[in-house]
């Protein structure tokens, strides 16, 4: 087998890019991850996460993922600042419907995206067998001799007016949300995927603040959920370097949360309960707000195509993404890396080569539970954009009124929303005899409204 053969590429170097690289440097001599910015010798924002200043969460089940491919990364997140929150426990967390009860339900770390990609990259670095090929652009595909597949890619540097080949036998698209793997198929011949999308029209204000040393309280995090009803709501998290991190969110024409700072803390103050305003008003601006609005679920169906090019992977945001609000991207990404992990072992570079069309279904199905979480949700708002919800669904959204109104008395079932919400559970974990038995038991008229909540509860 020759030394292409051996090769794997990887376009895209964000937290989809270094773990599928990992993961495939297991069974690969060399993988080369080609990135198309400069990338900071430090953690700080670049334009290829434009997402980047916004709220990121990493789930328990992600980071457990994540650390399976890169031993010890928890450590180096935590050395450097990120916290540990159980979840809701150390938050203050508004449903639509109450107070979530401050048990302990899964795990999150919080950091910024910058130190999560920058932690990453730098682990990944000391394998000798990744290499990472930055400031240069994937411009097309390969195809092998034989035609029946992709045997590398096309690649220009900055400053060069000619691409240049870089063979391999294995090519992973982890470039995100601006993927041209589509046009570079359909020219090679090969069909367009079906694509989903859903679209609530959120946005997003992010910025960074330093609470006063004064501050005193008995939580380490805030969220206010939106609602169709309420469709405003923001989250404070504790993040590197002694900062907290304030984001606002909301969908509808009247519910876009602003950057200007002279109302960024009156959005804040006309949320359902005034807890984030509180923490926030004393409090010491950092950064300038910024904003984010590409929020629309989009899922490009590569794994049902009925021909596929052998040697060719689509992952991450390029394959499924999700609306961040739900905190699913990171973790997703982790759990497809480490299955792809998992069904190459023991397998050589050829005969994942001829796989691939396997393992693109492998990656995809890591993404279902996610979509049907954050799609379901955001088919609640009118204003949604995509197929409309049948009444399948509008029945799980009865049901799942009733688990959320049922979960902010009973600490059971609290547990499990956030188990199936951190992706620890599969979403039937809901829909068990005994989680049905606990949800009828506690069954009370799942309303919401606009007016304060009432006090947060305290640490159970």
Request: with cysteine; aromatic share 8%.
């Amino acid at each position: 087998m020759g030394d292409v053969d051996d090769h794997a590429i990887v376009i895209g170097a964000g937290v989809s890019g270094i773990l599928a690289a990992r993961a495939l440097a297991r069974r690969f001599a060399r993988v080369t991850i080609v990135e198309r910015d400069t990338l900071p010798q430090e953690p700080a924002f670049r334009p290829g996460i434009p997402q980047s200043p916004q709220i990121h969460a990493f789930w328990k089940h992600g980071v457990d993922c994540a650390e399976h491919l890169l031993p010890g990364l928890t450590r180096e997140l935590t050395d450097h600042g990120a916290h540990r929150l159980i979840v809701p426990r150390d938050f203050l967390w508004l449903s639509p419907v109450g107070w979530f009860p401050r048990v302990s339900g899964t795990a999150d770390l919080t950091c910024s995206r910058a130190l999560v990609d920058w932690t990453l990259r730098r682990m990944a670095a000391a394998d000798d067998r990744i290499e990472i090929l930055e400031g240069s652009q994937v411009t097309g595909l390969v195809p092998s001799p034989d035609g029946d597949g992709v045997k590398g890619v096309h690649v220009r540097g900055a400053g060069t007016a000619e691409p240049r080949v870089l063979g391999a036998g294995l090519v992973a698209d982890a470039s995100g949300r601006r993927s041209e793997a589509t046009g570079w198929l359909t020219e090679l011949g090969y069909p367009s995927p079906a694509v989903e999308r859903y679209d609530a029209a959120f946005g997003y204000s992010s910025r960074y603040y330093k609470l006063p040393d004064s501050s005193v309280q008995d939580w380490k995090a805030i969220y206010i959920q939106t609602s169709p009803n309420t469709p405003r709501g923001g989250v404070l998290v504790p993040v590197e370097g002694g900062r907290w991190m304030a984001t606002l969110l909301g969908c509808g024409e009247e519910s876009i949360p602003p950057t200007r700072d002279d109302r960024f803390l009156a959005y804040a103050r006309s949320l359902r309960s005034p807890v984030l305003y509180d923490a926030l008003r004393e409090a010491e601006p950092l950064s300038d707000a910024q904003a984010f609005r590409n929020t629309a679920n989009e899922w490009r169906h590569y794994e049902s195509l009925d021909r596929w090019p052998r040697g060719f992977m689509v992952l991450g945001d390029a394959l499924c993404r999700f609306n961040p609000v739900y905190g699913q991207g990171m973790t997703v990404a982790a759990m497809s890396a480490k299955a792809i992990a998992d069904e190459i072992d023991g397998m050589d570079p050829a005969r994942i080569r001829r796989d691939s069309a396997r393992l693109q279904r492998v990656a995809a199905a890591q993404s279902a539970n996610a979509w049907g979480l954050a799609t379901g949700e955001d088919l609640r708002f009118p204003w949604t954009r995509g197929r409309p919800p049948g009444a399948k669904v509008r029945l799980l959204h009865q049901y799942m009124d009733h688990v959320v109104a049922a979960g902010n008395v009973d600490p059971a079932t609290c547990r499990t929303i956030f188990r199936v919400f951190g992706m620890n559970v599969p979403p039937t974990a809901l829909f068990r005899p005994s989680a049905i038995t606990r949800v009828v038991g506690r069954w009370r008229a799942p309303t919401t409204s606009s007016a304060p909540a009432g006090s947060p509860p305290p640490i159970a």
